[in-house]
């Protein structure tokens, strides 16, 4: 089969499409062979190509993905060849077929087309526990999105608006303003002006919270934009990672909280995933939670792909489909 795999650490040029042996046609005792109909490209992924995640080498890359299920291993139950399913962890997605572990892979309802799902459960994973439950989002609550157009921003800036709250979004070029305005951002502003227009919108109070995926370019202002007591939810680095920093820039800021949150965290068991998975799914069937995939690539362009993700020259979601 057809597969993106990697024999060493590097940039986007070391991403290679080979053929490769499919996976064992019986899967093993609690795993399900799954014919891929989308993989999901996520920043995750370059952070395993270039080493930073280390990997046993070589590897077929892709962590999240959508497909058909081909056949169950044993011990494996409610999973029937077939079924359409999704999962945000699980190795070789960026391939034809992949063996995931059962205990990851979600039923995808009516309504919901294996694309959708692939662009939508990791992201949207994330954008729902920073909504509810990081900081829960409730009416009136004052919310700086950055990287509000990519893939995380767009879910996030709508589910804030969904939970009753107000959205100031930032991005790097003005194209990417008019997405996250119609996802619900009630304006949109540069990196560079976010902390003084964030005063400015609140009466120079200050956001509630800060959802920053950016990570080092952005922290200062991040902190800088907060109420007293607010919180910055700093779940990710797209721009590198926070060097380590005094404490007492909390303290003297008025008392801000800081949490590097990880899916992980919030969906640490299996009713955990399904839950969060229930209701996204939901809001996405009944049309509450529009979804923007904002590239498809074949597998051979899988380097293109990540190009155009680490460039941020992206909007939405990418996807490579076998």
Do not use: C
């Amino acid at each position: 089969m057809r597969a993106v795999q990697i024999t060493a650490t590097g940039g986007p040029e070391v991403l290679t499409l080979v053929e490769v042996p499919e996976p064992e046609p019986e899967p093993g005792p609690g795993q399900v062979l799954v014919a891929v109909e989308a993989a999901g490209v996520n920043f995750i992924d370059t952070y395993r190509r270039s080493g930073v995640y280390p990997l046993d080498l070589p590897a077929v890359l892709g962590s999240e993905g959508a497909g058909r299920v081909v056949r169950a291993g044993e011990g494996v139950e409610g999973f029937a060849p077939g079924d359409l399913v999704a999962w945000k962890e699980g190795s070789g997605s960026y391939a034809e077929r992949a063996l995931v572990a059962a205990d990851e892979l979600v039923p995808v309802p009516a309504g919901v087309d294996a694309r959708t799902a692939a662009a939508v459960l990791l992201q949207g994973l994330t954008a729902h526990y920073l909504a509810t439950d990081t900081f829960r989002v409730t009416e009136g609550t004052w919310a700086l999105v950055h990287a509000a157009a990519g893939g995380v921003g767009l879910l996030l800036t709508q589910l804030v608006r969904l939970r009753g709250g107000r959205v100031l979004a930032t991005t790097s070029t003005q194209d990417k303003a008019e997405p996250a305005l119609a996802a619900g951002a009630e304006e949109v502003v540069p990196y560079a002006d976010a902390a003084r227009r964030a005063r400015e919108l609140t009466g120079g109070r200050g956001v509630d919270v800060v959802y920053d995926g950016v990570g080092k370019d952005t922290f200062d202002a991040s902190l800088s934009a907060l109420r007293p007591r607010g919180l910055l939810a700093l779940y990710g680095g797209s721009s590198g990672q926070v060097p380590p920093f005094d404490v007492q820039r909390l303290n003297a800021a008025g008392s801000l909280f800081l949490t590097r949150p990880t899916l992980a965290s919030y969906t640490q068991d299996r009713a955990e995933l399904l839950a969060r998975t229930e209701e996204l799914f939901g809001w996405v069937a009944d049309g509450r939670l529009r979804v923007r995939i904002g590239g498809t690539h074949p597998l051979e362009r899988a380097r293109r792909a990540h190009e155009e993700l680490q460039g941020r020259r992206t909007t939405g979601k990418l996807l490579l489909v076998p």
